[in-house]
């Protein structure tokens, strides 16, 4: 199956293609999961 035709199945069947979303190579893990628990910080 060529790709071309794989995209267009792809796009009948209502599908998009998906990217996962980019991190920050310098991102801090701890300060990253604090914030998910409980939003942020207020001075």
């Known amino acids: ?3 071309q ?3 267009r199945l792809v796009h009948r069947l209502g599908l998009s293609k998906q990217k ?4 920050h ?3 801090d893990a701890k300060a990253a ?3 998910a ?3 942020s910080a207020r001075p």
């Open 1 to 3: 199956m060529l790709p």
């Open 25 to 27: 190579p310098q991102r």
């Open 33 to 35: 999961q604090a914030f």
């Open 5 to 7: 035709s794989m995209s």
């Open 37 to 39: 628990k409980r939003g």
């Open 20 to 23: 996962t979303r980019p991190v």
